[in-house]
Antibody, heavy 120, light 110 residues
Framework: QVQLQESGPGLVKPSQTLSLTCTVS??????????WSWIRQHPGKGLEWIGY???????NYNPSLKSRLSISVDTSKNHFSLKLSSVTAADTAVYYC????????????WGQGTLVTVSS | QSVLTQPPSASGTPGQRVTISCSGS????????VYWYQQLPGTAPKLLIYRNNQRPSGVPDRFSGSKSGTSASLAISGLRSEDESVYFCASWDDSLSGPVFGGGTKLTVL
């Protein structure tokens, strides 16, 4: 059973970079044809896809975030990471990592989510 | 403003059948699969339906999905109190080149 776990600071100052890591257990991040995604949910709102990485090198980002976004994989640590630069209060949200066995949005495994607040 | 449109709320009584709609366009639902998620308060979404009408292992057959044109529906039969949750639809969008979600429907079991 694959499990995902997000980790990273819960508070980030405006204009700084938000950095989160998703650790994969119960399976290898290198195995199969999985897509590894980040999704966020603003307080009391719907879901917003942030981006994904596939085969460790192929990335696809939401155009609205692309200029500030980077997603990468560290196969030695079996985790993938999110970096979102120049954050503002509008980036305050619960951030989820998720995996999909086919082209998203069929997300079969999710992390528990981590709240990131952007505030000085 | 979500790309896919869902009613903000729905309700039903125990044992009843309820449906939740999801409306999109030719660039998403019209040409791609639809997925449905259930999100209980304070938890991550859980996949209920994939590829329009397929259920992952462990999802009761009380849950069913359908698609017609640029719209889709989630039906829940034999409604139970534990079905009270928020339900999201999702699809791939060819214009965005990425997945899009509905705004979510809060289902209340009266």
């Amino acid at each position: 059973q694959v499990q995902l776990q997000e980790s990273g600071p819960g508070l980030v100052k405006p204009s700084q970079t938000l950095s989160l890591t998703c650790t994969v257990s119960g399976g290898s991040i290198n195995s199969g044809d999985y897509y590894w995604s980040w999704i966020r949910q603003h307080p009391g709102k719907g879901l917003e896809w942030i981006g994904y990485i596939h085969y460790s090198v192929n990335t696809n980002y939401n155009p609205s975030l692309k200029s500030r976004l980077s997603i990468s994989v560290d196969t030695s640590k079996n985790h993938f990471s999110l970096k979102l630069s120049s954050v503002t209060a509008a980036d305050t949200a619960v951030y989820y990592c998720a995996s999909s066995w086919e082209l998203p949005p069929g997300f079969d495994y999710w992390g528990q989510g981590t709240l990131v607040t952007v505030s000085s | 403003q979500s790309v896919l449109t869902q009613p903000p709320s729905a309700s039903g009584t125990p044992g009843q059948r309820v449906t939740i709609s999801c409306s999109g366009s030719s660039s998403n639902i019209g040409t791609n699969f639809v997925y449905w998620y259930q999100q209980l308060p304070g938890t991550a979404p859980k996949l209920l339906i994939y590829r329009n009408n397929q259920r992952p292992s462990g999802v009761p057959d009380r849950f069913s999905g359908s698609k017609s044109g640029t719209s889709a529906s989630l039906a829940i039969s034999g409604l139970r109190s534990e079905d009270e949750s928020v339900y999201f639809c999702a699809s791939w969008d060819d214009s965005l080149s990425g997945p899009v979600f509905g705004g979510g429907t809060k289902l209340t079991v009266l």
